[in-house]
């Protein structure tokens, strides 16, 4: 289901940045839930919906009807829940928070058998923020786990590539673990996750794509002082928007200011 994420460095002209790509943040119906986590001040902040929609949902309204102040970096997810019976509630409803921490995943992944071996990875102190039965939720917390065996859990510097080796260090295991439980095929969807100073999006199965963000000046031009990147996972985009592909088993890495390059999954 529909994700999309962004950072930029003018909190208060992101809606504007979003404006000529609005129409590629729209997550079809129907939607079982969906929820925005943003970054305001040194808090992550989340607005979560687990209500469902049997119309169309606009993932960027909060934005523009004034719903939350201006954020820097955003996290949107919208679920459709195919699993029966569902996961509904707050609780299950994505992004997933710890501290400044924020982490989505699209896909209906079970993990049945592995999670028990999963969870033990996890410290006590963390699995307390524990509170779906998500599959992302808890793949959230074994990352921040591998970040906390790091002793990198708390560092605000934390750079883009740690937090990719991270990612790949959970996914790898998750990917063993599946195996042994017999789901050596099972999809593991694309993620967003971030500390609110750098982002981390990774292309795991479904469409990936990036865009860089910008605004115009007095003059009709684009203006130099402002900067954006947006991810946007699922669904069909204007080829004419401006975005590009990322490949399979790639992670997109944004720096705090505003610089990214791709990297591939591997350890």
């Given at each position: 289901?529909k994700l ?28 079982s ?8 001040g040194e ?23 004034a ?5 820097d ?50 410290p ?40 990719r ?74 080829p004419?928007?401006?975005f ?15 610089q ?8």
């Amino acid at each position: 289901m529909k994700l999309f994420a962004c950072m930029c460095n003018q909190p208060q002209r992101l809606a504007e940045a979003l404006t000529p790509v609005r129409a590629a943040l729209v997550a079809e119906a129907p939607v079982s839930r969906w929820g925005m986590g943003y970054i305001q001040g040194e808090d992550a902040l989340l607005v979560r919906t687990p209500k469902a929609s049997p119309v169309p949902i606009d993932l960027a309204a909060p934005l523009y009807e004034a719903l939350l102040p201006g954020s820097d970096c955003v996290i949107v997810q919208a679920v459709r829940d195919t699993r029966e019976p569902a996961l509904g509630g707050t609780d299950n409803t994505p992004p997933f928070r710890f501290r400044r921490w924020m982490f989505a995943q699209t896909g209906q992944l079970e993990l049945s058998d592995a999670a028990p071996r999963l969870l033990a990875r996890v410290p006590e102190y963390l699995r307390r923020n524990l509170r779906g039965r998500t599959a992302a939720e808890l793949m959230f917390h074994v990352f921040l786990a591998r970040l906390h065996d790091e002793g990198s859990l708390d560092d605000p510097r934390l750079p883009a590539p740690a937090m990719r080796r991270a990612l790949a260090w959970m996914l790898e295991l998750v990917t063993t673990e599946l195996a042994k439980a017999g789901q050596p095929d099972a999809a593991l969807g694309n993620i967003a996750v971030t500390n609110g100073r750098a982002m981390v999006c990774a292309r795991l199965e479904a469409p990936l794509r990036l865009r860089r963000l910008w605004v115009l000046d007095d003059h009709g031009e684009r203006d130099a002082g402002f900067r954006g990147v947006l991810v946007v996972s699922h669904g069909e985009v204007d080829p004419a928007a401006g975005f590009e592909d990322v490949a399979p088993r790639t992670a997109v890495l944004i720096a705090r200011d505003l610089q990214f390059h791709t990297a591939d999954l591997s350890r």
